[in-house]
């Protein structure tokens, strides 16, 4: 969170004019003071709907956070390797969910580095529901509830709908924001980097920010409003009564969401305010004492959060994009075979090739038919690429990607990866081969590609060759099943 004039968070996006049904998910203990609500029974069964964040996986992901700072130099300040390894932690994981993943470079932020912005496949791309969390913490200390809480509640929730992978109604985007403790920088270079029509995609953002404070209370951003009726609904559910997040105003990456005209909304447990009398018998907790002791001190580890009130903000931020962005159950899967000639007997369409690769020359036998793919074998240095753009269905319980690889090779090393074959869908790499791995004859090689989803991806393979002895890596029968 962002000093005394502006503050950090994760985001929603919210729909005006939305309908939401009271929440019924059970938290998992109640405040000392808090009140038992009895719920209709229409309410439960929408609660129902939306899944039950595991506070076990949240608290993983404090983890690693706080190890990351600890292995550098004790925080995760805006562009120091703290930051960047907890980019990429965070990124890896999207990617391996099957989530399109970009890095957005903030020149003007006073520490240059980069922002992570992650939309899942599906909904129409005009309506989109947004979800942020700004990602660095303060040079003081590991920055866990501020904001690693608000940055692990939006990832797990993220890897939850990719789990899940129900029929999304509207386009669901996630994003982490750098250089937030040095004035919602990061943020605010994202929204100047949209046109008028980008803006209008968005249909509402909500900001959480430090959303496990040990002293915490349960705050709103613009609480009455209809966008943050969802996440209102849920913590009603709850008898929480929550209030409206006046420490937060104007201190958070909702800010500059706001100011372009954007509704926003999100959740808040507290900083360095203290709680009044009124709260601490309404919620528990220490009367005049700040929402978090350890606000942007040494302090702020994985031991400065408080399960209960970080569970309650994670499913509410499930069942609030459960009831914008959901609908219509799991997707139904229309599987089979999505890569096209894989047994290159139609000649080179639909694959990409380098010149001679698809062949039937007599040199290497094809496994069936006349046709293969034959990749180097010069004996020189020589790069070739055997490439196919596909689509994977959605809903499916499993994708994996089949070929049949002979490797040849004249390589008498038996620890020397000297030449090799890699094979990528997309910018991922799925596996690599060498001359190390050279046998008689065609081995079956099978890779899940899960991960991809309801994507259209290019499969490619590419052949690299060093200056001497040959190898060869000879492909045939490729397929992609999806079942």
Same mark, same amino acid.
């Given at each position: 969170?962002?000093? +005394?004039?502006?503050?950090?968070?994760?985001?929603?996006?919210?729909? @005006?004019?939305?309908?939401?049904?009271?929440?019924?998910?059970?938290?998992?203990?109640?405040?000392?003071?808090?009140?038992?609500?009895?719920?209709?029974?229409?309410?439960?069964?929408?609660?129902?709907?939306?899944? $039950?964040?595991?506070?076990?996986?949240?608290?993983?992901?404090?983890?690693?956070?706080?190890?990351?700072?600890?292995?550098?130099?004790?925080?995760?300040?805006?562009?120091?390797?703290?930051?960047?390894?907890?980019?990429?932690?965070?990124?890896?994981?999207?990617?391996?969910?099957?989530?399109?993943?970009?890095?957005?470079?903030?020149?003007?932020?006073?520490?240059?580095?980069?922002?992570?912005?992650?939309?899942?496949?599906?909904?129409?791309?005009?309506?989109?529901?947004?979800?942020?969390?700004?990602?660095?913490?303060?040079?003081?200390?590991?920055?866990?509830? $501020?904001?690693?809480?608000?940055?692990?509640?939006?990832?797990?929730?993220? %890897?939850?709908?990719?789990?899940?992978?129900?029929?999304?109604?509207?386009?669901? +985007?996630?994003?982490?924001?750098?250089?937030?403790?040095?004035?919602?920088?990061?943020?605010?270079?994202?929204?100047?980097?949209?046109?008028?029509?980008?803006?209008?995609?968005?249909?509402?953002?909500?900001?959480?920010?430090?959303?496990?404070?040990? #002293?915490?209370?349960?705050?709103?951003?613009?609480?009455?409003?209809?966008?943050?009726?969802?996440?209102?609904?849920?913590?009603?559910? %709850?008898?929480?009564?929550?209030?409206? #997040?006046?420490?937060?105003?104007?201190?958070?990456?909702?800010?500059?969401?706001?100011?372009?005209?954007?509704?926003?909304?999100?959740?808040?447990?507290?900083?360095?305010?203290?709680?009044?009398?009124?709260?601490?018998?309404?919620?528990?907790?220490?009367?005049?004492?700040?929402?978090?002791?350890?606000?942007?001190?040494?302090? $702020?580890?994985?031991?400065?959060?408080?399960?209960?009130?970080?569970?309650?903000?994670?499913?509410?931020?499930?069942?609030?994009?459960?009831?914008?962005?959901?609908?219509?159950?799991?997707?139904?899967?229309?599987?089979?075979?999505?890569?096209?000639?894989?047994?290159?007997?139609?000649?080179?369409?639909?694959?990409? @090739?380098?010149?001679?690769?698809?062949? #039937?020359?007599?040199?290497?036998? @094809?496994?069936?038919?006349?046709?293969? @793919?034959?990749?180097?074998?010069?004996?020189?240095?020589?790069?070739?690429?055997?490439?196919?753009?596909?689509?994977?269905?959605?809903?499916?319980?499993?994708?994996?990607?089949?070929?049949?690889?002979?490797?040849?090779?004249?390589?008498?090393?038996?620890?020397?990866?000297?030449? +090799?074959?890699?094979?990528?869908?997309?910018?991922?790499?799925?596996?690599?081969?060498?001359?190390?791995?050279?046998?008689?004859?065609?081995?079956?090689?099978?890779?899940?590609?899960?991960?991809?989803?309801?994507?259209?991806?290019? %499969?490619?393979?590419?052949?690299?060759? $060093?200056?001497? %002895?040959?190898?060869?890596?000879?492909?045939?029968?490729?397929?992609?099943?999806?079942?």
């Amino acid at each position: 969170m962002r000093g +005394r004039t502006l503050s950090a968070g994760i985001a929603l996006a919210v729909f @005006a004019g939305m309908t939401v049904p009271l929440a019924a998910q059970t938290a998992t203990a109640s405040p000392p003071t808090a009140t038992t609500v009895t719920r209709p029974i229409a309410a439960s069964a929408a609660a129902l709907a939306a899944p $039950d964040i595991s506070i076990t996986n949240v608290q993983a992901h404090l983890t690693q956070f706080n190890a990351i700072a600890t292995s550098n130099g004790g925080n995760r300040r805006a562009g120091s390797a703290g930051y960047t390894a907890s980019l990429n932690y965070v990124k890896t994981r999207l990617q391996s969910a099957g989530y399109t993943v970009s890095e957005q470079y903030c020149s003007s932020c006073r520490y240059p580095s980069n922002n992570l912005i992650a939309e899942w496949p599906g909904g129409p791309a005009d309506q989109v529901v947004m979800f942020g969390a700004h990602l660095d913490g303060v040079a003081a200390g590991p920055g866990i509830n $501020d904001n690693a809480t608000g940055s692990s509640t939006l990832l797990e929730n993220a %890897l939850v709908l990719a789990a899940q992978n129900p029929t999304v109604t509207k386009r669901v +985007r996630f994003a982490w924001w750098t250089d937030e403790e040095q004035g919602l920088n990061g943020s605010r270079f994202y929204v100047n980097s949209l046109s008028a029509t980008q803006r209008g995609y968005i249909k509402g953002y909500y900001n959480f920010d430090m959303v496990g404070s040990t #002293n915490g209370g349960y705050f709103i951003n613009r609480v009455s409003s209809t966008t943050a009726a969802p996440l209102k609904a849920y913590w009603d559910s %709850l008898g929480l009564q929550p209030e409206e #997040n006046v420490e937060g105003q104007g201190r958070s990456d909702d800010y500059y969401f706001q100011q372009a005209g954007i509704p926003t909304s999100g959740y808040a447990a507290g900083a360095s305010a203290r709680k009044t009398s009124a709260q601490a018998a309404k919620w528990g907790g220490t009367a005049n004492s700040a929402y978090d002791p350890c606000y942007h001190r040494s302090c $702020d580890t994985t031991a400065n959060v408080s399960a209960t009130v970080l569970n309650r903000a994670a499913d509410g931020v499930a069942y609030a994009l459960w009831q914008l962005a959901v609908g219509g159950g799991t997707p139904t899967c229309t599987g089979g075979q999505v890569v096209g000639n894989g047994g290159f007997e139609s000649g080179s369409t639909p694959w990409t @090739a380098s010149s001679g690769v698809i062949t #039937n020359a007599s040199g290497q036998p @094809a496994r069936t038919g006349s046709y293969k @793919a034959w990749l180097n074998g010069f004996g020189s240095t020589r790069t070739e690429s055997l490439s196919q753009s596909v689509t994977l269905p959605a809903g499916c319980a499993t994708y994996t990607l089949s070929f049949w690889l002979h490797i040849d090779t004249a390589e008498t090393t038996s620890s020397t990866a000297y030449d +090799r074959l890699t094979v990528q869908a997309g910018s991922t790499t799925l596996a690599t081969y060498s001359n190390l791995n050279a046998a008689t004859g065609y081995v079956q090689r099978s890779l899940n590609v899960a991960a991809f989803a309801g994507q259209a991806v290019t %499969l490619r393979f590419t052949g690299t060759e $060093d200056s001497s %002895l040959q190898t060869t890596f000879v492909i045939d029968d490729v397929t992609l099943q999806a079942s």
